[in-house]
Every structure is written in structure tokens, then in C-alpha cells.
């Protein structure tokens, strides 16, 4: 027999089908769109980003983490249960479509061949597959309870639902081989198994059974899928696009310039939620509220008020609560909790090291470092709220150019006794060693400095310094938030990187190579850079 045989008509006749099914899909498109569709208004709404460079770096990027689930294996059982539901998912989005295809059009028979068979045989695996994982999903949710995990019985019901349309599929087939054993399923060998034991069943139950099969599976697809927008498993929808638009395969954290000159600009950092661009409340919607980012967290390691999850949770629901609002632009919305001191504290926007630890472990690859930029940027530049010990160090930073106010006149002095040419426009050496505020002024990074400097010699490699022109970075201003005063310190050794024909470059120490490698194209200056 062909599988597209296989048809349940007893319980809503062949003319009818289509009809009862179309009520069905109508009203659960209705109710997802009726989610999803604010939703879309206010990604519509927000700052743009670009995040469609390199289109074919992003198609492999994506199929590394999202199809090959390449970050959920540090956890085997859990990645293994994980990528195995998620395989599953794609493959019996093909059997949904079929499930709904023979209900619209039940007379018409397609018969696939040797393609058919292949694909029954993966589906009825992946039935059990999909089934053993859901099953310790529920297991992990119920008795293990990790405490990263976020529990809800959202998750239960929805890991349910998994298991119901494995049931009903497996079920569905073998209900149709229980009422025709002379016809052979070749493929579908679960169905094939389970079919004798229905034959304990008088015939009418299991004509019952296969319809019941045949409207379980639908009605528990439509159910699950009106459930996506409005819960954390929108990340099913959101992830694999969230992926793509990442931007994980490149360094750095994606800070951007901003442009103090466009008189336009009214807002500078983020201090509403709606001041996020797009692709940073797609990330929102994205979080599975695994955990696996507080496990890595320095931050909430030692103790400090910061749960990466946590933030991106609070920011989504604030994102949700307000979103009428922003469509309405309902003037009373200023009456809501602030964003800043308000649903996240300040604090916890200050514990943060920026350290990336977060994003390095996040199987959908949220992005947490230009989120946390954005909203100090919104307390130091919009609010003039930050630490007292910022004060000091800004000021430093804008007379000295290096955080702890040492004079700029010893910047070079570490360096008297080493014999090391200073950068010379008209006699360049190949390379550049950027010693950064660190190396030229903290006692231990000098003994680094001057180790690195042996090392460089002892290699042969021809290199010089920037003596006392060397500039910090800047990069502790645009971590805590003032990308002004980064501005200024960036903008100043650009214009010394270009005058002097700097291209490549030896860093000390992380920050600068981060800053330098990552930072400062904006500026307009291509760089070389490497670290010791
Ligand atoms: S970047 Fe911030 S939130 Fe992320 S792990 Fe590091 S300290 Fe924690
Ligand atoms: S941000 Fe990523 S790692 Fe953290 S809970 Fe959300 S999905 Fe998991």
C-alpha cells in the first residue's frame, strides 16, 4: 500500500474534513498571529542594526550551533536530550505538513517511493528517540531539578504535547496496519510493530484509535503552536534566526561608535527599553532560560547581584509589559517602573566584568556585553549615575590618558633602561608593541612588559614603542558606559596610528588587543593586531 492511504474518516466524514480542519487551523493562526503580531510592530519600531554582513559566514555559523547544536554537548545527557528533540522537530515538520495536507485534500494520494520509506524509517525512529528524550526531559524537570533550570509548568505541558504527537503518530500508522494487516508499511516498522497488539482491540475500538490518532496529532500540533509566542518556547521560533543574526563568528562585542556629532541624536545608550535595537530583543525572546549563563558567570559566582538569566528575563518581561504601550503610544506609560533603577538595578548593571563568559556558553547565542554597554551608557551618559570610583578614574582617563592618573609624561619611563627604539615614521619597524596602562604603570604588568620586551629581542623581532605618545585605549571608559570619553581617547590614537603608519601591532594585555583588534575600524584605521 501507499502511506498517503492512510486516511481516518470515520469521526468527521471525507467531505467534511477539510472544513473541520480548516476551523482548526484558522483559529490557531488566528491566535498565534494575534501573539506575534505586536510583537513584530515593535521589532518594526526599534533602532535598526545591521546584522546581514557576511550572509555566508552566517549560514555556516548557524548550521554549526543551531543544526549541528555544537554548544549543547558540554552537557552530554542534557545536549544529547536537547539536540534530539530539536533533530526530531525538524523532521516531523514534514510529517505535520502531511498530517494536515491528507485532512485538506484527503482524496488526493501522493506516493513518494524509495524517498517515502527512508523518510519513515528516520520518522519512526526518531519517534523513539524523541520520546526517550522527552521522557527524561520530564524526568530532569520533575525529580533532578537542576538549579539553573528556570521550572514552569509551561515546560511539563509542552513537553506533554511532545509526547503526545509521538504517540498519535506512531498510533496513527498503526492503527491504519490494524485495520489493513494485508498491507505492508515498508519504513514505518514502529507502526508495523505496534499494530499486532491492537489486535486485542474489537475492530470498531480500533477504527476509534486511529481517528482519535488522526485528531490528536493535529489538534496537539495547533495547541503547541499557538502556545510559541507568548511563552519562553517562542526561542523555537526565535533561535535559529537569533543565530544567523548573531554575530558569534566574529570577535568582539559589537559596540558601535555613536555619532555625538548628529544633533538628532536624542538619546544616547539605553535607558527605555525601546531604545534596544531589533536584534537585541530578539535575543530576548530567545532565552530558554536554560541557565547554562549563570553557571558561567563570575559575577553571580562571587556573589554579586547579577543573573545573567535573570536580566534577560526581567528585560523580556518589562519588553512584553510594555509593548501596548509603545503601540499606543499611551502617554501614560510614564507611569510604569523605570528601566534603569527600576527593573534592573544599577548595581546589577555595575557587577558585570563584560567578561563574555555568558555569551560563550548561550546555545542560542544571546549576546549580554553590548546590552550591558547600552544601559551604563544610559546611566553615565543620559543620567550621570555611576560609581563614585568612576569619577577618579574618568578624570584620569581624560587628563593622564591611562585610569590611575599617573602623569603621561611616565608613561615611557618603565622603559629607560631596556634600550628600545621609539616608533619612527620614517624608519618603521614591522611591528608596534602597544603597551597599554598596565604594562607602562602597574608594577607586575612592568615586569610582564619588560619580559615581553626580551622575548621580542631574543626572537629577532623588529619592533618599537610609542614612548610617552602611547595613549590608553580607552576601553575602561567604554566598559563603564562612557563612550564619549572612549570616543575622544580612540579618536586620538587613530589619528596617531594614521600619521604614524601604524599597521601591526603587539598588544600586552587583553583589553588592548580587544579594543585595538575589534574597536577601532570605526576610527578609521585597519590594524594588524596580535597578542604576546
Ligand atoms: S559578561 Fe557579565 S553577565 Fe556575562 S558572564 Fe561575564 S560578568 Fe556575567
Ligand atoms: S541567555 Fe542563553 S544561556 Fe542564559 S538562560 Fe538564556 S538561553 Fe540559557
Redesign the pocket.
Given at each position: 500500500m501507499n502511506f498517503p492511504q492512510n486516511r481516518a474518516f470515520e469521526w468527521v466524514s471525507q467531505n467534511l474534513q477539510p472544513f473541520v480542519l480548516g476551523v482548526l487551523v484558522l483559529l490557531a493562526t488566528a491566535r498565534f498571529l494575534y501573539v506575534l503580531w505586536p510583537k513584530w510592530r515593535i521589532f518594526r519600531q526599534v533602532p535598526g542594526e545591521d546584522r546581514f554582513k557576511y550572509p555566508l559566514k552566517r549560514l555556516g555559523h548557524t548550521f554549526r550551533i543551531a543544526f549541528l547544536q555544537a554548544k549543547m554537548f558540554k552537557e552530554a545527557k542534557a545536549g544529547w536530550m536537547h539536540a534530539l528533540i530539536f533533530w526530531g522537530f525538524l523532521i516531523f515538520l514534514l510529517r505535520a505538513a502531511w498530517f494536515f495536507f491528507i485532512g485538506f485534500f484527503p482524496a488526493v494520494e501522493l506516493d513518494g517511493g524509495g524517498l517515502e520509506t527512508l523518510y519513515f524509517f528516520f520518522k519512526d525512529s526518531f519517534i523513539v528517540l524523541v520520546t526517550l528524550a522527552a521522557i527524561y526531559a520530564l524526568y530532569r524537570r520533575t525529580v533532578e531539578r537542576p538549579e539553573r533550570l528556570t521550572l514552569s509548568l509551561e515546560g511539563i505541558v509542552i513537553l506533554v504535547l511532545i509526547l503526545a504527537i509521538m504517540m498519535s503518530d506512531a498510533l496513527f500508522d498503526a492503527g491504519w496496519q490494524a485495520r489493513n494487516p494485508q498491507a505492508s508499511m515498508s519504513g514505518a516498522w514502529l507502526g508495523s510493530l505496534i499494530a499486532p497488539m491492537l489486535s486485542v482491540f474489537e475492530v470498531t475500538a480500533i477504527i476509534h484509535l486511529h481517528n482519535m490518532a488522526y485528531w490528536m496529532h493535529v489538534i496537539c500540533t495547533l495547541y503547541f503552536m499557538t502556545l510559541l509566542p507568548g511563552s519562553k518556547h517562542f526561542h523555537i521560533v526565535t533561535s535559529i534566526p537569533n543565530v544567523f543574526f548573531s554575530n558569534g563568528f566574529e570577535g568582539g562585542n559589537q559596540l558601535h561608535r555613536i555619532d555625538f556629532e548628529n544633533e538628532e541624536l536624542e538619546n544616547y545608550g539605553v535607558s527605555k527599553i525601546e531604545e534596544f535595537s531589533w536584534k537585541k530583543l530578539l535575543d530576548l525572546h530567545t532565552c530558554t532560560e536554560c541557565g547554562r549563563?549563570d553557571v558561567?558567570?563570575?559575577?553571580?559566582a562571587s556573589g554579586k547581584p547579577?543573573s545573567?538569566k535573570q536580566?534577560t528575563v526581567d528585560l523580556r518581561d518589562h519588553l512584553n509589559n510594555e509593548t501596548p504601550h509603545l503601540l499606543d503610544n499611551d502617554p501614560q506609560r510614564s507611569d510604569g517602573p523605570l528601566l534603569l533603577g527600576g527593573i534592573i538595578n544599577d548595581e546589577t548593571i555595575w557587577?558585570?566584568?563584560?567578561?563574555?563568559?555568558?555569551?560563550e556558553e548561550c546555545p542560542v547565542m544571546i549576546e549580554?556585553?553590548n546590552k550591558?554597554v547600552d544601559l551604563r551608557r544610559g546611566l553615565v551618559l543620559m543620567e550621570n549615575r555611576y560609581p563614585a570610583e568612576f569619577a577618579n578614574a574618568f578624570k584620569s582617563l581624560e587628563t593622564q590618558s591611562n585610569p590611575w592618573g599617573f602623569g603621561s609624561n611616565t608613561r615611557a619611563d618603565w622603559a629607560q633602561e631596556l634600550d628600545i627604539k621609539t616608533w619612527d615614521k620614517n624608519n618603521p619597524t614591522e611591528y608596534l608593541y602597544f603597551v597599554g596602562c598596565n604594562g607602562s604603570f602597574d608594577d607586575r604588568g612592568k615586569k610582564i612588559a619588560t619580559a615581553v620586551v626580551h622575548s621580542l629581542k631574543s626572537a629577532g623581532v623588529a619592533f618599537s614603542i610609542l614612548g610617552n605618545d602611547e595613549g590608553c585605549t580607552g576601553d575602561p571608559a567604554r566598559r563603564a558606559g562612557n563612550e564619549y570619553l572612549f570616543d575622544m581617547l580612540a579618536s586620538k590614537n587613530a589619528e596617531l596610528f594614521k600619521e604614524k603608519s601604524v599597521m601591526k601591532i603587539v598588544t600586552h594585555c587583553p583589553h588592548c588587543f580587544n579594543s585595538l583588534k575589534n574597536e577601532y575600524a570605526e576610527f578609521g584605521v585597519e590594524l594588524d593586531v596580535i597578542h604576546h
Open positions: 549563563c558561567a558567570c563570575p559575577a553571580l547579577l545573567p536580566l557587577s558585570c566584568t563584560t567578561c563574555g563568559a555568558c555569551e549580554y556585553v550591558v
